[in-house]
């Protein structure tokens, strides 16, 4: 694989790159550059994950070192499944199943719990660094990272320390590269600023879209996971917000343009009686789009046809599932759990 072919799967279905020219000399320069994506295990994997799953796929087959950071101490101080480390732990071996059930080889990856690295005093010396490099106020403007507002700082200091943590991660496993949704984005700013006073090495971020919620507008989250089963997905797809001749926060589209046109070669089938145009076969996101837009293509017909494809994109999960016992016994533990944000 060339550098430009290298480039294209490292930065495809991106929101941001920063930046690309460092992307580039970093490429040429490394013969084995490292990235690293940090997740918080904090309940059932939906759909709006496997934008960043895919890309951890992408990273590994363009030849990147990949590590994928278990982040269990941020998503207890977070409280996440209600700040019990046990079922967060649990939560993130969960995750690993649904990766391998996606298609990741996961022995192609370096999984790293963070509570290895809290073990380590040199982590926690490079923790109070950060901390020493930067203002209260800026520390405070990155609590957003965690999906929090500043102000929550007030009512538990422990989020304090999220940020410096998740600075800390990037310095103490080494990466060049930080992966991240474009919530992450102020903490790997942080990181890149940080650096300089530091005289660390700086990162190049690379930032994944965020899938908008089924509603609208807002994102997608836990309460939207739809692996489980068949009808789930056609119910809760064609309930999905979709506005006719809109792409903006029309949650349908996006998952035909991040996920299903992922693939090459793959075609949606939309089928139609023919007094409404008979069947039509899309084989690029961009066709779609453009029908879409210029309203020959109706909201009703596009959410059959996503939630069929999506349907059989998620096929072999849950024949993973059904036939992994750890992996269905995971799932049914926290499909119980009361998920806290």
């Not at 950060?130 to 965690?146: P, Q």
């Not at 007030?154 to 998740?166: G, T, V």
């Not at 807002?218 to 789930?232: A, G, L, P």
């Amino acid at each position: 694989m060339d550098l430009e072919e290298r480039i294209k799967l490292i930065t495809r279905n991106t929101a941001e790159v920063v930046t690309l020219d460092e992307l580039k000399t970093l490429l040429e320069t490394n013969d084995e550059p490292r990235a690293y994506l940090g997740f918080e295990p904090s309940g059932l994997f939906h759909i709006g994950w496997l934008i960043w799953a895919y890309k951890v796929k992408d990273f590994v087959d363009a030849g990147i070192r990949f590590i994928l950071l278990e982040a269990t101490w941020h998503a207890w101080i977070n409280d996440k499944l209600g700040g019990n480390i046990d079922l967060i732990r649990k939560d993130a071996k969960y995750v690993e199943h649904v990766l391998r059930a996606i298609g990741i080889d996961t022995s192609k990856i370096e999984i790293v719990d963070a509570e290895e690295m809290a073990g380590d005093k040199d982590y926690w010396g490079i923790v109070l660094r950060v901390g020493k490099a930067n203002t209260l106020a800026r520390i405070r403007r990155a609590l957003t990272i965690m999906g929090r507002k500043s102000s929550e700082a007030e009512f538990d200091s422990s989020k304090m320390i999220y940020p410096l943590m998740q600075v800390a991660d990037i310095y103490y496993l080494d990466v060049d590269i930080a992966l991240g949704g474009t919530d992450q984005r102020k903490a790997h700013m942080l990181a890149r600023d940080t650096a300089e006073k530091l005289k660390r090495k700086k990162i190049v971020a690379i930032h994944t879209p965020l899938l908008t919620g089924l509603q609208g507008v807002k994102r997608m989250d836990i309460d939207e996971e739809v692996f489980s089963v068949e009808y789930k997905i056609e119910q809760k797809i064609m309930k999905a917000y979709c506005p006719p001749k809109t792409i903006t926060y029309n949650p349908v589209l996006e998952i035909n343009k991040y996920l299903l046109f992922r693939d090459y070669g793959f075609t949606l089938v939309v089928e139609r009686p023919e007094k409404y145009g008979g069947t039509i076969v899309y084989t690029s996101y961009e066709e779609l789009e453009r029908d879409y837009v210029a309203g020959k293509l109706h909201p009703l017909d596009l959410k059959k046809a996503t939630a069929r494809a999506l349907s059989e994109l998620l096929e072999p999960v849950r024949e993973y599932f059904e036939k992994n016992k750890e992996a269905r016994e995971l799932l049914e533990l926290l499909s119980k759990t009361t998920i806290t944000r």
